[in-house]
């Protein structure tokens, strides 16, 4: 399935990413937030719908007139609040949407990610639900139509005494039933929102739900400017004594409805929930095997907590010494909940390949896979396949990222990490002072780790502004950073090359520099 069905839709995706990086750049992104866009977008639907709730009529005879009232009367404010209120529940069912699809296309599903996947299809549901049940506050021929067809699809299920569409037939509603329903809107399914979304970022840490700054302006002035272009508006007030003509949809929110014009109610249900179940149980379809979890090496764990720190899904703990040393604290490794990027071999302070005093080198915390022994001897290799040439370049990448098996350049030597995250900066020194005339750092796009947070910690480090730091004498001008999709072979390329003539002119400038002081 991956190579004929998930392949292409990874490129596809990719491509698209990268016309949006064009327009937006990577730091405001929308495909990279889509996440804390939703979030941004329920703040939206939260303080727009508090103002909404200020002057609505929870009566059933009154609720159509208090909406007409805020949305011809007051139009200057409690119209564009219902407009807002209105789009950025589309807006966030949008992004909802494309996150789902994001996440398949790019195989963060699977594997050690399933229970983040399996806990967020529900919350689509019950955005839905939220948004079902808010048509129907406006009580008119839109919200006939959603009362209807609910109770329809409500009467199949065995939890009622008495059909429901009875109600709606006889036109037998009571404030007290409509109460009810604005109770459900605004405060019973926020709740289980809340919670749902809880769940579903339980395993991860640092989750950011703030828009950066920009992407926040820009989005909520497009809702503002469509709120007043085109302002949200009722139907004709609910009569349960005809059968609406024509009805304006809202096709985020309503799409179901629809069916029960040509299926039955259980078969509208049979529908919906195969998809759901699809949808959950796709993490296992085909299964995924997670890598080794990483180990700690207590006699080389100092318990500082910068693995604890580091680490983008929550799989590190610290506890109290176990072993007697002089150390307060131990890292701990639930093997559940480990990825095994590495990024916390890179973070941890014994990961320096500088140290001959042991035949192995050691660290605090390895992965087994591929270990930071297997790292420095992969950059030793290198480096000798590099001897003769003119310049020598280490290129480190990421099994996510541009395949670097693609690069053939005699003058480069290419070694590929399960995270970029993984190699201590103390090895881009390492390199350097063993012979190589530069290092490019590659892996995932910039802001766009497979990982979450392995390419950010690893540009912060190499910015002296997260520990472990790059070696202070450490040349700058030799180090590069370039993350490359699968589908930026030619932008990768581009920048190695531009980085060769700039490592060789350097090189050049140094040796006549040299030999005009050795004149002397």
């Not at 929110?253 to 078969?267: E, M, R, S």
């Amino acid at each position: 399935m991956k190579k004929w069905f998930h392949k292409p839709i990874n490129r596809l995706y990719l491509y698209v990413d990268g016309w949006f990086n064009l327009a937006f750049g990577t730091v405001n992104n929308p495909l990279y937030h889509l996440g804390s866009l939703a979030f941004f977008f329920f703040w939206i639907v939260l303080i727009s719908g508090l103002y909404v709730f200020v002057l609505f009529d929870t009566s059933i005879s009154g609720a159509y007139q208090s909406v007409e009232y805020m949305t011809h009367e007051q139009w200057y404010l409690a119209g564009i609040m219902r407009s807002l209120h209105r789009y950025a529940s589309d807006a966030a069912v949008v992004t909802i949407i494309l996150h789902i699809i994001r996440e398949f296309s790019l195989d963060r599903y699977r594997g050690f990610r399933w229970f983040s996947w399996f806990t967020g299809v529900p919350i689509l549901w019950i955005v839905i639900l939220l948004g079902i049940s808010g048509y129907w506050l406006v009580w008119d021929q839109l919200a006939q139509y959603v009362a209807i067809g609910s109770s329809q699809l409500l009467d199949v299920l065995p939890i009622f005494s008495s059909a429901m569409t009875r109600n709606f037939l006889s036109g037998q509603l009571s404030d007290r039933f409509f109460t009810l329903m604005a109770f459900i809107h605004l405060l019973g399914l926020p709740v289980v929102l809340i919670f749902a979304l809880w769940i579903h970022v339980k395993r991860l840490s640092k989750v950011e739900i703030i828009v950066p700054r920009g992407l926040a302006i820009g989005s909520f002035l497009a809702l503002l400017v469509l709120s007043l272009v085109k302002p949200a508006i009722s139907h004709e007030q609910a009569d349960l004594m005809i059968v609406p003509a024509t009805l304006n949809l809202d096709w985020f929110y309503l799409n179901v409805y629809p069916l029960l014009d040509y299926w039955t109610a259980g078969q509208t249900w049979v529908l919906t929930i195969s998809i759901t179940l699809l949808l959950m149980v796709m993490p296992w379809i085909p299964l995924k095997r997670n890598p080794p979890a990483a180990e700690v090496e207590l006699s080389h764990c100092n318990g500082c907590g910068q693995c604890f720190d580091d680490c983008p899904f929550d799989a590190i703990s610290m506890q109290a010494r176990s072993d007697g040393a002089r150390w307060k604290m131990e890292a701990i490794v639930d093997p559940v909940l480990c990825s095994g990027c590495g990024i916390c071999v890179g973070s941890c302070p014994y990961s320096n390949p500088f140290r001959r005093s042991e035949v192995r080198l050691t660290t605090g915390i390895d992965t087994p896979a591929f270990s930071a022994h297997d790292v420095r001897t992969a950059t030793t290799k290198g480096l000798e396949t590099l001897k003769g040439q003119t310049v020598k370049i280490i290129v480190y990448g990421c099994n996510h990222g541009f395949n670097l098996a693609n690069i053939n350049d005699a003058d480069i030597a290419t070694i590929s990490l399960p995270c970029t995250g993984m190699l201590p900066p103390a090895f881009i020194d390492y390199a350097l002072k063993k012979g190589a005339d530069g290092v490019l750092m590659s892996g995932c796009r910039s802001s766009d780790c497979y990982y979450r947070l392995g390419n950010r910690w690893m540009e912060k480090r190499l910015q002296g502004e997260r520990v472990p730091l790059l070696n202070a004498r450490a040349d700058r001008s030799r180090i590069q950073i370039c993350g490359a999709a699968e589908t930026d072979e030619a932008k990768l390329l581009k920048e190695i090359d531009a980085f060769r003539q700039r490592l060789l002119t350097n090189k050049q400038a140094s040796q006549t520099a040299e030999k005009e002081a050795g004149h002397d």
